[in-house]
Nanobody, 124 residues
Framework: QVQLVESGGGLVQPGGSLTLSCAASGFSLDSYAVGWFRQAPGKEREAVSCINSRGSSTSYKDSMKSRFTISRDNAKNTVYLQMNSLKSEDTAVYYC?????????????????WGQGTQVTVSS
């Protein structure tokens, strides 16, 4: 079964850190650009970060550039999102997605696969 599975979400205090994982099963992730998106209650889904298939190129939404780091381990078929200095406004469901290219993922927002999401709650 082809799927992306996110993990690592949870409850964290403001200023804390979390690392999200996106693991692929049923296909090899190393041919795909992978991105993280998030959706807060009552808001539209927004792009957070993305990485190309080789891990040599990354992009971030401006407000997250200094706090979040995306990386990948193709040997483990997994992409990560390290989130530091978390704020209450980072509270959302975080989704990973895989696409044939960064343009398809970041510009067109038409990935081939979506994960089911993992909840991140930043609260004291």
């Amino acid at each position: 079964q082809v799927q992306l599975v996110e993990s690592g979400g949870g409850l964290v205090q403001p200023g804390g850190s979390l690392t999200l994982s996106c693991a692929a099963s049923g296909f090899s992730l190393d041919s795909y650009a992978v991105g993280w998106f998030r959706q807060a209650p009552g808001k539209e889904r927004e792009a957070v970060s993305c990485i190309n298939s080789r891990g040599s190129s990354t992009s971030y939404k401006d407000s997250m550039k200094s706090r979040f780091t995306i990386s990948r381990d193709n040997a483990k078929n997994t992409v990560y999102l390290q989130m530091n200095s978390l704020k209450s406004e980072d509270t959302a469901v975080y989704y990973c997605a895989a696409a044939d290219s960064l343009i398809q993922l970041w510009v067109d927002k038409r990935p081939r696969y979506w994960g089911q999401g993992t909840q991140v709650t930043v609260s004291s």
